[in-house]
């Protein structure tokens, strides 16, 4: 493996106060959920987000590093934006979301808005709020192959911090839309297909069409009677422990794999 060292020659610029007007919008970016709609940037903290970006042929607008690492940091890390920044260690917290601070990240460009696309298979998150959870079925919506991700109003942001970590790089595989109203999801060419509680018969008995759009729903509400009353197709999740319901992310993810496998060859 190659380093940075003395063979860079990409410019770099050190930054030592806590009051550089860089350090401050990295950390909005890194603290505010809603801070990238502003900045129209994405900060990656880590090398597994950054790793994952490059992979996908994405470019940083800038690369961020801190003192200590910056010395040993692979050449095609240190190389990869045409900015270069490190920064004195003491100053990683004020940057950081997390409680041990990554030693580097990259600053991406916003994606511009995206179009929806009415063929496409899709995930519709209907007011879903926690980050963790929305993170958690962009990946799954990444792995079986469901490549729009559509967010009404009320969903957590798709860019924050917290659902990009959560993410792990799923981002970069997607579509994805945002505040998008209700009606907007009349453009869709594929069917509505929601889960629910009490209403419509087992996942496992049902025959899926794909591509489709999967509906999750509010973590406590569940999906509105709006979006209900548009759904093709309305499936529930056999559950012979006897809980009362699964965790959205969960059930998206066991959702996800049944259409999946309606796509695979049979034996």
Known sequence: MSFAGTGSTAAVTHITSRDNPLIKDLRKLSQDSTAYRKQGRVWLEGDHLCRAALARGLAPALAVFSESFWPIAPMEWAQAAIKTIVIADALLPEISGLESPARMG???????????????????????QDAGNVGSILRSAAAFGFTQIIALKGSAALWSPKVLRAGMG????????????????????????????????FLHQQ?????????????????????????????????????ESLNVAAAAAICLYASSLSTSPGP
């Open 207 to 243: 025959k899926l069409p794909m591509p489709c759009a999967w509906a999750m729903g509010h973590e406590g509400q569940g999906v509105s009677d709006d979006l209900m009353s548009r759904a093709a197709l309305k499936v529930r999740i056999d559950q012979p422990g006897g809980e």
């Open 106 to 128: 990259f600053v991406l460009d916003l994606p511009a808005a995206a179009s929806l696309r009415a063929g496409a298979a899709s995930v519709i998150l209907d007011r879903v």
């Open 170 to 201: 799923a981002h970069f595989a997607l579509q994805l839309v945002e505040g998008i109203e209700l009606e907007a999801l009349g453009a869709l060419a594929v069917p509505i297909v929601v889960t629910s509680s009490h209403q419509g018969d």
